[in-house]
């Protein structure tokens, strides 16, 4: 207080904090100068104020700060941040915005947070069968209109392209940031019921676009926390293709994390959840994601089957089939994941029949290509067949394009490359390899 000049200016301070909490929460507060003087001497006010008194001091200051800095409370247990699906919807809104500025703050413990399969599971169960919200409309401040949703939706597409092009790393705290100064007060804005809906299913895939981007940089219990917050707000914004879509990226995550019983669950809802209400090309992607599944299952019966309802989905998918979020799905992906497939179920030839398939990606799809390309070098270095020079040609590759990327499955999948390369070792070349994989990524 005395550093931000309000030493002798405690209504001043109060009326600050009461004014931030209008305009960013929609909040009508009336602390005063009798308040202050209680928080001084131990009193802890009811949340959100707190965060708001945290909030006023450090614009003042010019430096972060939470509200254990100011000796409200003790060190907060942050384990069950973000793994609830929450009915109460202003509940839901509390814990997005307060997950988006603990990540923008940088807090230790959400980097390393643990992977919880039940909360996914729960997650899951929740988004299929709790009843629809009746109302999404919200009194605050600020009033949102369908142009505020229009200029999220184009953010949206510029961080999906740096994404693509640069790997999860690169623009993550860019687009945390952006959602703490600009998106928040929409969330705590003025709407109708109708605009709501569409505010909530934007923000969904802005926090989906989160939650994939810590998944790729390794960070699976954050990335975690964020989906099912993405599933949330999807189901309040009416948006069911894109919350069936969130879920097979939560299989996808169980199929990294090496959980097939998990990975099948989620793919199996995913598809059901899609099944009459997402267009083909999504319906695509979520078959190929069951497809995924089942092969680290080893159920080559349920593999093959959705690889073929995949190629019949995608088949009849017309432009109208891929939104924003969807639109990376291409022939090469599908391709991708069926050599995945395949080579899990250790059958080689078929896997590197789609090989030419899945590296016809366009110019932008940098992570994809080193994604693929490390992969069906990993397909010619295993089996009785293997082509270890063939491996390494590809392995130099993925090596040179994972230099333009910050992505921990890039680096993880180079690295398993690397290790099925062993047993060729005592080849200059392949020596040359793995000294480079070496330096260049950690361990798998």
């Known amino acids: 207080m005395e550093q931000a000049g309000y030493h002798n200016a ?16 929609g909040l009508t507060l009336r602390y005063d100068a009798a308040s202050v003087y209680w928080w001084l001497r131990g009193r802890r006010p009811d949340s959100p104020a707190p965060q708001l008194i945290a909030e006023v001091l450090a614009r003042r200051l010019g430096r972060q700060l939470i509200a254990v800095d100011l000796g409200f409370q003790h060190a907060e247990d942050l384990s069950g941040l973000g793994l609830t699906f929450d009915s109460d919807l202003d509940d839901a809104r509390s814990t997005v915005t307060e997950l988006w500025r603990r990540q923008r703050l940088r807090h230790e413990f959400l980097a390393t947070a643990p992977f919880v399969a039940a909360a996914t599971t729960q997650a899951g169960w929740r988004w299929h069968f709790d009843p ?14 369908e142009a505020d949703v229009e200029t999220l939706r184009a953010y949206e597409q510029q961080f999906l392209e740096l994404d693509r092009r640069h790997g999860g790393g690169h623009s993550r705290d860019l687009l945390i940031g952006w959602l703490v100064r600009d998106v928040q007060p929409l969330l705590n804005g003025a709407y109708s019921d109708r605009i709501g809906r569409q505010l909530f299913a934007a923000v969904a895939e802005l926090t989906g676009q989160v939650a994939y981007m810590s998944y790729d940089v390794g960070e699976h219990g954050l990335a975690q926390r964020h989906f099912i917050q993405a599933l949330r707000l999807a189901k309040a914004g009416d948006h069911s293709g894109f919350g069936a879509h969130i879920l097979a990226n939560l299989s996808t995550q169980a199929v990294y994390l090496q959980q097939p019983a998990e990975a099948v669950r989620l793919s199996r809802a995913a598809v059901d ?81 789609f090989a030419d398939q899945a590296l016809d990606l366009g110019r932008s799809s940098i992570r994809t290509r080193a994604l693929h390309t490390a992969l069906i070098a990993s397909v010619h270095a295993s089996g009785s067949a293997a082509d270890p020079e063939q491996a390494c ?22 690295a398993d490359l690397a290790q099925r390369m062993k047993r060729f070792g005592g080849n200059p070349a392949i020596d040359s390899f793995l000294h480079r994989a070496a330096t260049a990524v950690s361990p798998a």
């Open 132 to 145: 629809r919200d009746a109302n999404v409309s919200h009194r605050g401040t600020r009033q949102v209109t």
């Open 393 to 414: 040609h590809l392995g130099r590759q993925a090596l040179d394009l994972a230099g333009g990327v910050t992505s921990r499955r890039v680096a993880d999948r180079i």
């Open 10 to 25: 405690h209504a001043a301070f109060a009326r600050q904090v009461n004014l931030h909490g209008r305009q960013t929460h």
């Open 273 to 353: 959840g899609g099944r009459g209400k997402a267009g083909s090309g999504i319906m695509a992607r979520l078959y190929a994601a069951e497809a995924c599944a089942h092969a680290i299952a080893a159920d080559p019966r349920s593999c093959t089957a959705a690889l073929r309802n995949a190629e019949r989905a995608a088949s009849r998918a017309s432009d109208g089939d891929h939104p924003a979020w969807a639109g990376y799905f291409t022939p090469a992906h599908l391709a991708g994941a069926a050599v995945r497939c395949f080579r899990d179920l250790g059958r080689t030839n078929e896997a590197l029949s």
